[in-house]
């Protein structure tokens, strides 16, 4: 079954693909210039694709759940391909409040984006301890989730805002900031792509180490190693020889990930600038020619003001609620905790600056980028890096 | 107008300093024991020392109690017992009670003890009840008790012979 | 109090922008805008009018939403620098914390710990931030709202042109309004929820108008959250204990003044099997190694009878048996106990055999019960050890004598004199684990270790909190205004009969697109045009 269900997530996968081609397809469209008309052809089979996308996602989910017993979010690859999905549906949702197939443009890249690169974790199903076993455990983590993804909606209109606003003309702080962004995407690329092709090849070196308390360790690199742990010994002659080690708290495998997550990054961002002969963002400039700014700048606005309150009732009403039952406190200041605050803090600011100071436009499409960049850093350095109750077993 | 605006805005503003005022106080001061509280009663307990008498506090009305938390692997502890011994024998007739509560060791590593140090006030060993009522966090404490039943003082740390003197002297009915 | 009064008659108080009846432009320098700002009505904020007494500035400072969102941005990034490191109440307690940051992390550990950010979340200025931010709260909500309802609740029908004119949504029809079209537009406004008054012929048509409270409803359940939070401070509201208990023992349970016992029958600790349990999780535990189930203490609970004296031996009445497990706590009387922690394996008691070390001839057996040792274990036939000293957690201290560092048999070490036919006045040993010393002297005899049984220590964690139902009031107030304030949009539609045109006006604190929507649709086929967003207009010239 865990097999079949694979599969449906795999299907998922192309068929979001797929949904990019169709709306890239309509923006292209010349005929879409007749706002009135609402969307074409093209638009309307890039949704119907999106939906059964969306739908082979969830049966995936549910053949899961009915083989491991729980809901499947109680790993990282199980929760980010949930939160890929779930932005995926808050998507579908929003589109059909406004009708802009190049919304789905900029999501479903992202969102595909996100499940790919969940799908580097480890994807066996695990068995739950006692700590999650509890039916909070699917409340809380897909509310969280479900408003995280919306909150991240906003982050593809921002996208698109600044996109289209930001003058591409001349060398700016804002198009050069854009471009860091959007290398990051290009990185998060890069990652999957090294991953996969090492995945493929059954790549794998070992190493005895000295470990951060002080005690020899083995650890296992599946790419190959430029950064070897703290006096490290390599256990597979054959393999290539680290060019540096690093300290004891530093993980090394995770550094080493990094290293060539943002080297591959380079040599795919450098690969388009390229052949595009541009900056990234001026290439995809012309997509955006006819959207109506003030139109993104709401659907940013909205999605935020839909998803701040599933957030807050996810990631932190429900998840004090949940700690209060397995932790004994609604609130221990863990890692994971924290930055559900600092996000809610984020967010509160934003609505604020909004409301009352005006920053429209622009700066709130900065702030939706922030906004977004806060939450994968909760999502991925803080279950990888700095790790608390929350993190998940495993890499 | 002008007037009960400022005296508005003085109360809101000054009721949400107090109450802030207190939440920081509260919080520096958490760690401390806020169990026992000088001048007030101190909470009444049953004990059986290692000869099988039993004392209850409350039977020492009229008496100075000097109450001693303890145990024998806190080396503070076993540096001020022979003080302790030396102003009970002083004391003793002077109406002043030594009670020395050890935290929960077995009755053999209690009675070596005292054989070892050559003890007569009467020991007990409390497995956690007394301590908790109390509030015991670190040993040794000493809590004074004086003739009403009150607690007049409570000193947490090691003591010397000379502040045991004091103690004593200060308690004696 | 300096008062304005508008031309329609309405006195305002001072600092108003929009006369909170029919709208007229009151300040001079609005004027030149082409849109006005609705954000209150442009009624007047109390605190920016007066500022005369040190009090109007404390005030008027923590009125500013400049300062709420500096208040919010400063408590974000310190939030964050508490994650750099763990906490320490999250450090293994192997070390102390001065010690632990600097080992651990270098330099940048030590200076984490000398900032003082190993407790950042219970320093002094990070309780003050939050505190500031409570006290904006309630200030910033109190010198909004008021005014905010006062001109929603005063607002004419009749708005004055200066207003309408001004709105983002604004279109004038040089054409009539007959009765039927109008009627039919009153039609579907009220299909739409929209409340209608009408004077003279001209219309407001207004819904959703408590979604503008969604902010104050959420900033007061925030408050009532902070003040459950500080109650936490206040003696009694808050019990945080812990128990450890051994299997089969029994304990009055800390914080509830000898009320309540327990005795922990058995601590049960499983792992998945990754034969035994579902197949499914077979590939995964093979790859990790173990994977705890269950950590479980089954528990028996009892009440105390009569009075409490601490230390008397208690009368116990079972109250009843229950498992505690993570997740599931077992609660009595506003108590809850939480299964947090446990050790397995602890030992209980140690068997020693008397052995001549020459003849290897052994002299009976003796069990060490390592919670309650005997002072003298009779073997019979005239053998005899006794047990001179215990020390349940054996190292040698400073001075390199013998000493326990606590009272927990971690590793324990006897002192024993072996009194035999042979040597009545006793030869002397001293066992530890994998050590037997004879500081007296060369022996005859000696104790063999024989082994030793253990026990489960289960830990339970006991907590009592009164502040609860306040702060998840505090929530639940929260999340109803928050919702409130999101999913429900304030929208108005004005129409005026002004010299013979039709004057449309519309606002809405949010969502434009939808009102635009909505308002194309009331306005089709009724001869008129919707009011048009003035906004968009511009950008496209």
Redesign the interface.
Same mark, same amino acid.
């Given at each position: 079954m865990v097999e079949l269900s694979s599969n449906f997530l795999f299907t998922a996968f192309i068929l979001y693909l797929v949904g990019i081609l169709f709306f890239g397809g309509a923006i292209k469209d010349k005929r879409h210039a007749d706002k009135k008309a609402g969307p074409n052809r093209w638009a309307k089979i890039g949704i119907i694709i999106t939906i059964a996308g969306f739908v082979s996602q969830l049966i995936f989910f549910i053949l899961r759940w009915i083989a491991s017993g729980h809901a499947p979010v109680s790993n990282l690859f199980e929760f980010t391909t949930f939160f890929g999905m779930s932005l995926v549906g808050a998507f579908i949702f929003i589109y059909f409040m406004y009708k802009t197939p190049l919304l789905g443009l900029f999501t479903l890249p992202i969102a595909a984006l996100i499940i790919a690169y969940g799908s580097m974790f480890p994807r066996d199903v695990t068995p739950l301890i006692p700590a999650l076993q509890s039916y909070w455990l699917h409340i809380h983590v897909t509310t969280t989730a479900i408003g995280q993804s919306i909150l991240a909606v906003s982050f593809a209109a921002g996208l698109i805002y600044l996109v289209k606003s930001v003058d591409q003309q001349k060398r700016t702080k804002s198009n050069i900031w854009l471009e860091v962004v959007l290398f990051g995407l290009v990185s998060t690329l890069g990652f999957v792509f090294v991953s996969s092709y090492f995945a493929a090849t059954d790549y794998s070196v070992n190493f005895n180490y000295i470990n951060k308390d002080g005690q020899p360790d083995t650890e296992k690199y599946s790419l190959p190693a430029l950064v070897g742990p703290y006096q490290y010994e390599m256990t597979d002659q054959s393999r290539f020889e680290p060019l540096f080690k690093t300290p004891a708290i530093i993980s090394a495998r995770k550094l080493n990930t990094v290293i060539w997550s943002i080297g591959a990054g380079i040599v795919l961002y450098g690969f388009l600038r390229l052949i595009l002969r541009k900056r990234v963002a001026a290439a995809i400039q012309p997509w955006t020619k006819n959207i109506n700014l003030d139109l993104v700048d709401e659907i940013g606005y909205r999605s935020v003001l839909i998803g701040f309150p599933v957030f807050t009732l996810g990631g932190l009403i429900f998840a004090m609620i949940w700690a209060q039952i397995a932790w004994t406190r609604f609130w221990g200041w863990d890692p994971k905790e924290v930055w559900a605050l600092i996000t809610w803090l984020f967010y509160a600011a934003f609505l604020h600056l909004r409301l009352s100071k005006g920053w429209h436009g622009q700066k709130s499409a900065w702030l939706a980028v922030i906004g977004f960049i806060i939450i994968m850093f909760n999502l991925v350095a803080v279950n990888l890096v700095i790790a608390g109750l929350h993190s998940y077993a495993g890499s | 107008m002008k007037k009960k605006r400022l005296i508005t805005r003085t109360i809101i503003l000054v009721v949400m300093a107090l109450a802030v005022g207190y939440t920081l106080y509260a919080n520096m001061n958490k760690d401390k024991n806020n169990k026992i509280v000088v001048g007030e009663p101190a909470p009444d307990f049953v004990l059986v020392d290692m000869e099988g008498n039993k004392h209850r506090l409350s039977e020492y009305k009229g008496q100075g109690v000097f109450l001693n938390f303890w145990a024998t692997w806190c080396k503070p502890c076993e540096r001020e017992m022979p003080y302790i011994e030396n102003q009970y024998q002083q004391f003793k007739d002077q109406g002043v009670q030594v009670l020395a509560i050890d935290s929960g060791e077995t009755d053999l590593v209690v009675n070596r003890f005292i054989d070892r140090k050559g003890l007569n006030f009467p020991v007990m060993i409390d497995d956690g009840a007394v301590q908790s009522t109390y509030g015991i966090n670190p040993l040794p404490i000493t809590f004074l008790i004086d003739k009403e039943g009150n607690v007049v003082r409570i000193h947490t740390g090691e003591l010397t012979e000379e502040t045991v003197r004091a103690f004593m002297e200060q308690i004696k009915p | 109090?300096k008062e304005v009064k508008c031309e329609c008659g309405h006195v305002n108080p001072q600092g108003t922008i929009l006369c909170e009846s029919c709208g007229r432009l009151l300040e001079d320098n609005e004027k030149e805008k082409q849109l006005i700002d609705m !954000?209150y009505e442009g009624s007047a904020r !109390?605190s920016q009018t007066?500022n005369k007494?040190i009090?109007?500035k404390?005030?008027n400072f923590f009125s500013s939403?400049?300062v709420?969102?500096s208040l *919010? *941005?400063i408590?974000?990034i310190a939030?964050?620098l508490?994650?750099?490191f763990?906490?320490e /109440?999250?450090i293994p307690p192997l070390l102390p914390a001065s010690e632990y940051y600097g080992e651990?992390?270098?330099w940048l550990g030590k200076l984490y710990y000398d900032l003082g950010f190993h407790n950042l979340?219970?320093s002094?200025w990070y309780?003050?931030l939050i505190?500031a931010l409570? *006290?904006s709260l309630? *200030?910033a909500s109190?010198d909004r709202v008021v005014p905010l309802y006062r001109s929603l609740k005063n607002q004419r029908v009749k708005r004055h042109e200066s207003f309408l004119k001004r709105q983002r949504m604004f279109h004038v029809s040089d054409a009539e309004l007959p009765e039927e079209a109008s009627a039919k537009i009153k039609a579907k406004l009220a299909k739409k929820r929209y409340k209608l008054r009408e004077e003279d012929g001209d219309l407001l048509a207004e819904k959703n108008r408590f979604s503008r409270w969604g902010?104050y409803v959420n900033h007061l359940g925030l408050i009532i959250f902070l003040?459950g939070g /500080?109650l936490r401070?206040?003696?009694g509201m808050y019990v945080?204990?812990i128990l450890w208990l051994r299997d089969g023992e029994t304990?009055?349970i800390?914080?509830t003044?000898?009320r309540y016992y327990l005795k922990n029958n058995q601590f049960i600790f499983e792992v998945?099997d990754k034969d035994k349990?579902?197949k499914?999780?077979k590939?995964?535990?093979s790859?990790?190694g173990t994977?705890?189930?269950?950590?479980q203490t089954n528990a028996t609970l009892y009440e105390r009878q009569g009075d409490i004296?601490?230390?008397?031996t208690p009368k116990l009445e079972k109250v009843r048996d229950q498992s505690i497990?993570?997740?599931k706590?077992l609660k009595i009387d506003g108590y809850?106990l939480?299964?947090?922690d446990y050790k397995l394996g602890e030992m209980s008691k140690m068997a020693f055999k008397l052995e001549n070390k020459q003849t290897k001839e052994q002299f009976g057996d003796l069990v060490v019960d390592l919670? @309650?040792?005997?002072?003298s274990y009779d073997l019979g036939k005239g053998y005899k050890v006794e047990?001179? #000293?215990?020390f349940? @957690?054996f190292e040698f201290?400073e001075d390199g004598e013998p000493?326990?560092? #606590? !009272?927990v048999p971690n590793n324990p070490a006897f002192i024993f004199n072996m009194i035999t036919p042979d040597k009545p006045d006793g030869e002397v040993s001293f066992v530890a684990i994998r050590q037997n010393l004879e500081p007296l002297g060369e022996n005859d005899y000696k104790m063999t270790f024989a082994g030793i049984e253990t026990k489960n220590v289960t830990a339970l964690?006991v !907590?009592k909190d009164y502040t609860?139902w306040i702060?998840g009031l505090g929530?639940l107030i929260?999340?109803i205004g928050?919702?409130q304030g999101?999913?429900w949009n304030h929208r108005r539609l004005w129409i005026r009969r002004i010299n013979g045109q039709i004057w449309t006006a519309a606002h809405t604190n949010?969502?434009?697109?939808g009102l635009k929507r909505e308002l194309d649709e009331v306005f089709a086929d009724s001869g008129i045009d919707a009011p048009k @967003?003035q906004?968009?207009e511009d950008?496209k010239e």
């Open positions: - | - | 109090m !954000r !109390r007066y007494t009090i109007d404390i005030w939403v400049k709420g969102v *919010i *941005i408590l974000l939030s964050s508490g994650t750099i763990p906490q /109440m999250y651990k992390y270098g979340y219970s002094w309780l003050i505190a409570g *006290i309630v *200030i109190l902010p003040i /500080m401070f206040v003696p945080d204990e304990k009055s800390p914080g003044e000898g998945y349990d579902e499914v999780f590939d995964a535990i790859k990790v994977v705890v189930k269950n950590y004296i601490p230390g008397e497990q993570v997740n706590p809850a939480y299964q947090v919670y @309650d040792p005997k002072m047990v001179m #000293s215990y349940p @957690d201290n000493a326990t560092k #606590s !009272r964690t !907590r609860l702060i929530g929260f999340m928050v919702v999101a999913y949010k969502n434009w697109y @967003d906004e968009a950008k």
